[in-house]
């Protein structure tokens, strides 16, 4: 697989947590918490499978967000277990609405940095 393909693939999976973030926040601004909300439901569920790194599920989806979201010196992001159960829960505040929004500019963050390496700037 070329470079050029993975780093592709890989700014192709933050957009898509992006967007998911993007519209639980949306939703949650509008109409509040819904546990129910098949967005909410899956971001939930992402979260609490990326804090083990995906282990447990065996999911690549959660290994690929964790490594995303893990800090310049490799630690993890703290809290996103609890996030997750939060949003399953439909007990979401407005601490947790921040803690979605910081989760989205660090994916941002890493999609410009992805961007730069595809462009060659």
């Known amino acids: 697989m070329?470079?050029?393909?993975l780093l592709t693939g890989v700014y192709a999976d933050i957009e898509a947590?992006?967007?998911?973030?993007?519209?639980?926040i949306e939703?949650?601004?509008r109409e509040g918490s819904d546990p129910t909300d098949p967005?909410?439901?899956?971001?939930?569920?992402l979260l609490i499978d990326a804090s083990d790194q995906g282990l447990e599920s065996q999911?690549?989806?959660?290994?690929t967000l964790d490594n995303l979201l893990r800090?310049?010196?490799?630690?993890?992001l703290p809290g996103l277990k609890d996030l997750g159960e939060y949003l399953?829960?439909?007990?979401?505040?407005?601490?947790?609405?921040?803690?979605?929004e910081m989760l989205a500019q660090r994916?941002?963050?890493e999609r410009v940095g992805i961007a730069r390496q595809l462009w060659g700037r």
Not at 19 to 24: E, F, H, P, S, W
Not at 59 to 63: D, G, K, T, V, Y
């Open 17 to 24: 947590y992006a967007v998911l973030i993007d519209r639980v």
């Open 2 to 5: 070329s470079n050029l393909s």
């Open 88 to 100: 399953l829960s439909g007990q979401v505040d407005i601490s947790y609405h921040r803690q979605l």
């Open 39 to 45: 967005d909410q439901k899956k971001l939930g569920q």
């Open 27 to 29: 939703r949650l601004g």
């Open 107 to 109: 994916l941002e963050q």
């Open 59 to 63: 999911s690549l989806e959660a290994l």
């Open 71 to 76: 800090s310049n010196t490799g630690e993890p």
